[in-house]
Structures are given as structure tokens and as C-alpha cells.
């Protein structure tokens, strides 16, 4: 069956709208400051296999409904900053976006996961000249955005990596493991941006 109900084009068209926003930001910083907002950005209409396996885990009819409203992460976008403080510039700018409305963000950095996970989710609602699922026209679409810095991003990758791809025999000691990593690198990421204040402060 098609979960997306026939409107996996909008949904790519919505996934270049983000993206192309944070493009010409991260253009119009690096004139403005000689600096990029982020080090790479990714983005991704969720696969249609996967939504349904997503809504059968969450005991969903497994429809378009809850693929494009009950779901809010059918296009997801992740932005891999250097710095801490480029994520919160990120959300600034969002903020002041037209055509979005921020409906929910979580500060992972600032409240790791009991794991260590660290990042900062957010949920756009995104204004569309299609007609969405509800038969609104505007339509209103939601786009998930993850912010993250390098190291961040390294440790939830491997992270997943470990815990899903792999049977572990120790899961205690791993879990405390992964922990500790992800409070080191949460430090060197608090290092680092001290260190970039106190190059800015010499200039």
C-alpha cells in the first residue's frame, strides 16, 4: 500500500524547501561573518517501509493519517554543526522563517537522554499551497529537525550502530561505556567552544 496516500511528491518538494532555507542561511552567514552555520546537512523522506514498521510500533492504523499527522517525521532533516552555540544561531534563524511554524523542540544538549544522548529536536509545521491530508488548502505539513555538532552525531551514529546491528552480550557495561563517552565528548564540545570565545576575543 502507499502510506504517504499519493503525496510522497510534496514531500519531496517540502524536503528542498528546508533544505534550500538552510543553504542560503548558511550563504548569507558566510558572507556576513567568513563562518559556515553547519558542516554538513543531510535530509530524508522516511521510506515507506519504515513508516508502516513505525506505525505498527505504535499500534497506528497504518494509513496515511498517521504517516503525514500522528507521525511528524515523514521528511527528516539533520544539521551537524561544529560549535554548540551554530545550533542555537540555527534555531534563531528558524524562528524568524515565514513559512514555518517551530510546534515542539526538545533540548537534548542541554537535558542529555539518561544514555547520553545528546541533540535538539525540533517539529515544523510547514505551510504548503497543496491541499494536505486534512483537505486544508494552505495545507500544513511537519518536518523533523535535528541539530547536532560532529561529536554528537559521531556518538549517535555508533551508538546505533553497537546497540541495534549487533547481539551484545554485555549490554550493562556497554551502556556505561557509551555513557562515559558521551560525557567526554559533550566536554570537549564545551572545550571547544571556549576556545573558539577566546580566539574571537584576540581578533
Not at 514531500?11 to 556576513?32: A, P, R, S, W
Not at 552555520?37 to 499500534?59: A, D, F, N, W
Not at 518536518?143 to 549490554?171: C, F, G
Amino acid at each position: 500500500m502507499d502510506i504517504y496516500g499519493g503525496y510522497t511528491p510534496v514531500l519531496d518538494e517540502l524536503l528542498n524547501q528546508i533544505l534550500n532555507h538552510f543553504k542560503e542561511e548558511n550563504k548569507i552567514h558566510q558572507e556576513q561573518t567568513g563562518d559556515s552555520l553547519y558542516e554538513h546537512l543531510i535530509g530524508r523522506v522516511k521510506r515507506p517501509e519504515s513508516m508502516i514498521e513505525k506505525c505498527q510500533r505504535k499500534e497506528l492504523p497504518v494509513n496515511p493519517e498517521s504517516a503525514l499527522k500522528v507521525n511528524r517525521d515523514s521528511v527528516g532533516i539533520r544539521v551537524v554543526c561544529n560549535f554548540i552555540d551554530d545550533i542555537y544561531t540555527c534555531i534563531d534563524l528558524i524562528n524568524n522563517w515565514d513559512d514555518v511554524t517551530i510546534v515542539k523542540q526538545k533540548d537534548y544538549i542541554t537535558n542529555a537522554k539518561p544514555n547520553g544522548y545528546r541533540s535538539y529536536h525540533i517539529i515544523l509545521d510547514v505551510e504548503r499551497a497543496e491541499k494536505d491530508i486534512e483537505g486544508n488548502t494552505p495545507g500544513h505539513y511537519f518536518v523533523e529537525v535535528q541539530l547536532r555538532t560532529i561529536a554528537m552525531d559521531t556518538w549517535a551514529s555508533l551508538e546505533h550502530e553497537m546497540k541495534y546491528k549487533h547481539k551484545i552480550k554485555n549490554p550493562e557495561m556497554i551502556g556505561k561505556e557509551l555513557k562515559r563517552v558521551a560525557d567526554e565528548l559533550a566536554s570537549c564540545d564545551v572545550s571547544m567552544q571556549t576556545l573558539r570565545h577566546l580566539i574571537r576575543e584576540e581578533d
